[in-house]
């Protein structure tokens, strides 16, 4: 069965500094690979998506991940994060025929 | 219109009580889902609808009962719950399938099972 991995539970940053997080998955086939973020108190918010061809997908609000076939990694970064970036973030995949499946999600703080 | 909207926003119901929770989206989308998120936790997959017929059941508890009136209305029944269920409890809806393409997601009922 597929399964997501996101390495970091609680990320802790200044603002300005840089933002990588990490999200492997465990299935082996075709998937579609998303981030999610939810901010306090708020709906789950689409980040980015990756289906197939360049591998670097930018996403809103200056994010971007890269997929890395050989790895099964589908990372999260952003050059310099803002206060307002405190959310969960959440990776997701999907595989055909069955539903989104996330990963445990990360919280970031990002202190001014 | 490229929202999903969910009714009521909050709900507080008793272990005897019925209640519904609603979930509607205009924009076309044939496929529509119920997850159940706790706090600091991921959304968890509780049913999937495509094109109005259930496709996916995760072993949800006889108590929660999903409905798909028509394309744009979903319903989740509620009954004899427990206070372990109390949750967030979001729609989201996507595009043919099971949604490929992402999906779009309710701010979702926040429910408090007393």
């Known amino acids: 069965a597929q399964s997501v991995s996101q390495h970091n539970h609680h990320v802790i940053l200044s603002e300005a500094a840089s933002l990588e997080l990490g999200c492997n998955y465990s299935?082996?086939?075709?998937?579609?690979l998303f981030w999610y973020v939810q901010y306090p108190g708020q709906h789950l918010q689409l980040l980015l998506k990756?289906?197939?061809?360049?591998?670097l997908v930018k996403g809103i609000k200056g994010f971007e991940a890269e997929f890395i076939k050989s790895k099964f990694s589908f990372n999260l970064r952003k050059p310099s994060v803002q206060w307002s970036d405190t959310a969960e973030y959440f990776c997701?995949?999907?595989?055909?025929?069955?539903?989104?499946?996330f990963g445990k999600g990360t919280t970031l703080s990002v202190s001014s | 219109d490229t929202e999903v909207t969910q009714t009521p926003k909050h709900l507080v119901m008793g272990m005897t009580n019925k209640k519904s929770l609603k979930c509607e989206q205009h924009?076309?989308?044939?496929?529509m889902y119920w997850y159940k998120q706790k706090a600091k936790k991921p959304p968890e997959l509780m049913f999937v609808?495509?094109?109005?017929?259930?496709?996916i059941n995760e072993s949800v508890p006889s108590r929660f009962s999903p409905e798909c009136p028509n394309s744009s209305l979903l319903n989740l029944h509620l009954h004899a719950l427990q206070p372990e269920d109390s949750a967030l409890y979001l729609c989201?809806?996507?595009?043919?399938?099971?949604?490929?393409?992402?999906?779009?997601f309710g701010s979702g009922t926040r429910l408090t099972v007393v």
């Open positions: 989201a809806s996507s595009q043919g399938g099971t949604g490929g393409n992402g999906y779009t």
């Open positions: 609808y495509s094109y109005e017929k259930l496709s």
């Open positions: 924009m076309g989308h044939r496929a």
């Open positions: 990756y289906f197939s061809g360049d591998p």
């Open positions: 997701a995949i999907h595989q055909a025929g069955t539903a989104l499946i």
């Open positions: 299935y082996g086939g075709t998937v579609n």
